[in-house]
């Protein structure tokens, strides 16, 4: 069948095809190809994110239907209801079901499952809360787990969705701050919880070395175990607060500050322990039109901490609820 693709170099064929995948652009009736070291990625409409887009044929994929939503048995007057996205964390699916589907959530986890033969569970994401972060989730369907391996950039990382927060969406910003890294620099990995950006960041830089903090006894577990398995051997584990943690190690080179709802409080006591051109990586809320006003706030922020900030990048990482985005902010503190 002839399609629309996207042409990618191997080595950056995962990164490009989540991205496909986070803007619901991947065709999964089709198969990606290989030629030489180029993969072909076939997509349902043209799309702009630099790199070639032509046509070819592609042979025809394991996936006879085009979603789940195809084989969901429910009032017709429900289906534009149905999720058209959700997270898939290893072989776990965890979706969020709005108030008017929950009678179905039966049959909608059941249709995952046969549309996507390599997920096992299917859970309901009823919010995250607490000053953990940890998502509160439900088994709608499959197997009565909610821990499983979820594999990223060729690491694999232990993942218990109840117990430790975690989203497969930030894959790209993972590695986007990744690529930022200088040989021998000291980070902090404030809110590390099951270590993907440290993990990463030990495997594919250079770092002096990687502190990845988290207060959640859980998630510090799995971090644990997933430095050990991914041989981080530069990766420091604290258990604790990160604004006691990080005085003590101080001066750093850069942080990392993905939590998103509540990171910016936490940036004045950061400040004072970033090297005089350090790097802050701040993840926050903002409204969709008032990024301006964000990229301010971090700086007057910075201020009260007693540095000085320049905002060197910003970036909308995804779409959080109506109105408001995930923004991602990189400072360098002075």
């Known amino acids: 069948m002839r399609s629309a693709c996207v042409e990618v170099p191997v ?19 089709l198969r990606i190809e290989r030629s030489g070291d180029r993969l072909y990625l076939p997509v349902t409409i043209p799309v702009d994110i630099g790199l070639p887009v032509l046509e070819r044929e592609f042979p025809a994929g394991f996936t006879l239907v085009r979603s789940y939503r195809d084989l969901v048995h429910i009032p017709p007057r429900l289906a534009p209801l149905l999720p058209k996205a959700f997270d898939e964390i ?64 060729g690491l694999r990382y232990l993942v218990d969705v109840e117990r430790a927060y975690f989203s497969p969406r930030l894959g790209s ?19 590390a919880g099951v270590g993907p950006y440290a993990v990463l960041i030990a495997r594919t830089r250079e770092p002096k070395v990687v502190h990845a903090i988290d207060a959640n006894p859980a998630a510090v ?30 001066p750093v080179d850069r942080v990392i500050m993905d939590l998103p709802r509540t990171a910016r409080e936490f940036l004045p006591a950061v400040v004072p322990h970033v090297r005089d051109g350090g790097i802050v990586h701040l993840y926050t809320i ?13 700086v007057e922020l910075a201020r009260r901490g007693g540095r000085g900030a320049e905002v060197l990048a910003s970036r909308v990482v995804r779409g959080y609820s109506p109105g408001k985005v995930h923004v991602a902010l990189d400072l360098r503190i002075v």
């Open 90 to 153: 290893g072989d776990i699916v965890v979706l969020r079901l709005p108030e008017e589907l929950v009678g179905f959530e039966r049959e909608i986890g059941e249709a995952i499952l046969r549309w996507s033969p390599k997920v096992r569970t299917v859970a309901a994401d009823e919010g995250v809360g607490g000053e953990l972060r940890i998502r509160k989730v439900r088994v709608i369907a499959g197997e009565a787990r909610t821990r499983t391996e979820h594999v990223e950039f």
């Open 221 to 250: 577990e799995l971090l644990r175990e997933n430095v050990r398995k991914n041989r981080a051997d530069g990766v420091i584990v604290h258990e604790g607060s990160g604004q006691e943690i990080l005085p003590h190690l101080a």
């Open 173 to 191: 910003e993972r590695s986007r701050v990744a690529d930022q890294v200088n040989a021998g620099e000291v980070i902090v990995d404030l809110f």
């Open 11 to 29: 080595e950056r064929g995962e990164e490009v095809r989540r991205r496909l995948l986070e803007m619901d652009a991947l065709r999964r009736d």
């Open 286 to 298: 903002a409204d969709r039109d008032l990024m301006e006003e964000a990229k301010a706030d971090a």
